[in-house]
């Protein structure tokens, strides 16, 4: 299959493509090398036929107001632009290169973690997500799951990183929105209908967490004979598995305490009145009941979680 970039392309006379990453319905990724800062970063190339079908401006716009968030704890969006290449024009945005692993590729190789690993990414991308959500104006990611939560490996300990705001918006652009982005199973209940709040990230984000403590979601869904492009009846199969109470964390993994169950638990509460309303607040109950190990390089190497698989 012929790719848009080829080795070797520079693109603006600023970036030199590495490899092809990968692509998804929008377009195609790259590693790229910054001519002038000698670094490594990810390029995402928009097709023709997205930005026809797409509201271009508000996506670079979205894009902008993402390449404000500077944290640890969130790949950095550095460029929005575009070049011409064969007579196309072509749109991308590049962000920074997070070399390991994502959560969701290390739930393949270890199905759950122990607690102090779950702990340490799942707060590290709470704190990225509080960055967002105190931005002015707010920023809602929409789509976490655990594909877009990245693990670096190059410190004394994995570092988790909140990626691919890929279909985040502001919140002066929620009314626009429908919920029908991301990925399903994560969705807050209040997501299908219209409705996208601080509080329905934190109920993802919990999902998250709860499938890295047990390896399992809070609730079992069957598909099968389900067309999953027709969101109405998603929305009935899902609400419908989810009027059954999760299990606590700590059925499946005993050594989960009492105060992370009630923690994890609030946070995937259906009723968005029950559960924690911020990233911040979440973060807050997390610091004043769970202490977060401060773990050796022996560890994370005995775990396995310093070199990348």
């Known amino acids: 299959m012929k790719h848009v970039l080829s080795k070797g392309m520079v693109i603006n006379d600023t970036y030199k493509v590495d490899f092809f990453i990968g692509e998804g319905a929008f377009g195609e990724v790259y590693r790229v090398k910054h001519k002038y800062f000698d670094d490594y ?12 079908n797409t509201d271009l401006k508000e996506v670079m716009i979205e894009a902008q107001i993402l390449a404000q968030l500077t944290h640890p704890n969130v790949v ?11 007579g196309s024009e072509y749109h991308f945005l590049t962000m920074s290169f997070v070399s390991g692993e994502s959560l969701s590729q290390l739930l393949m190789r270890k199905m759950q973690l122990d607690v102090p690993t779950a702990t340490s990414i799942m707060v590290d991308v709470l704190r990225g997500l509080k960055v967002a959500h105190d931005h002015i104006p707010m920023i809602l990611h929409r789509d976490i799951n655990p594909d877009n939560i990245l693990l670096s490996y190059d410190g004394p300990k994995p570092t988790g ?3 691919d705001f890929g279909i985040a918006r502001s919140q002066d652009q929620i009314n626009k929105l429908v919920g029908a982005g991301g990925r399903y199973l994560y969705f807050a209940p209040e997501c299908f209908w219209d409705c996208y709040l601080p509080a329905s990230d934190v109920f993802s984000f919990g999902i998250v967490f709860y499938k890295a403590l047990t390896g399992m979601s809070p609730w079992e869904y069957d598909f099968d004979g389900y067309d999953t492009s027709d969101v109405d009846k998603v929305r009935i199969m899902i609400n419908s ?3 059954k109470a999760p299990s606590p964390p700590s059925q499946y993994n005993p050594t989960v305490d009492d105060k992370l169950d009630a923690i994890v638990l609030k946070s995937i509460e259906k009723d968005m009145e029950k559960r924690y309303r911020t990233a911040s607040e979440l973060l807050s109950e997390i610091d004043s009941g769970i202490k977060i190990m401060d773990l050796t390089s022996a560890y994370w190497m005995d775990q396995d979680l310093l070199t990348t698989p």
């Open 241 to 243: 598995a989810r009027k």
């Open 76 to 86: 950095r969006v550095f460029e929005v632009n575009q070049f011409k290449h064969l």
């Open 161 to 163: 990183l909140l990626g």
């Open 41 to 52: 970063q990810v390029m995402k190339v928009f097709k023709p036929e997205y930005t026809q």
